[in-house]
């Protein structure tokens, strides 16, 4: 069996296992949190929550754009290794 592969197989059970364990865990935690009234807990927060800090521009959004610039990054290093082959 070539390299590619083996890794493609691999690849493809741990995407699989992964998937499984976060619905297991996600869907068990959405059905309580829908019954048990946390989520008008959550709304109410997300009303009274400050506008200070960053503003509009939060630390969530800030987070999402080092992530996308790591992928983005790791994209460009791997392509210019597969060139230089």
């Known amino acids: 069996m070539a390299y590619p592969m083996k890794l493609a197989k691999w690849w493809s059970r ?23 009234g946390v989520a008008d807990l959550a709304v109410e927060a997300a ?9 509009f521009f939060g630390f969530g959004l800030l987070c999402c754009l080092f ?15 597969r060139r230089r082959r």
């Open 14 to 36: 741990v995407a699989a296992a992964v998937t499984g364990a976060v619905l297991a865990l996600v869907v068990p935690a959405h059905a309580w949190a829908a019954s048990n």
């Open 47 to 55: 009303r009274r929550r400050s506008r200070g800090g960053f503003g």
């Open 67 to 81: 992530v996308v610039g790591g992928v983005i990054l790791a994209i460009v290093l791997i392509s210019r290794n």
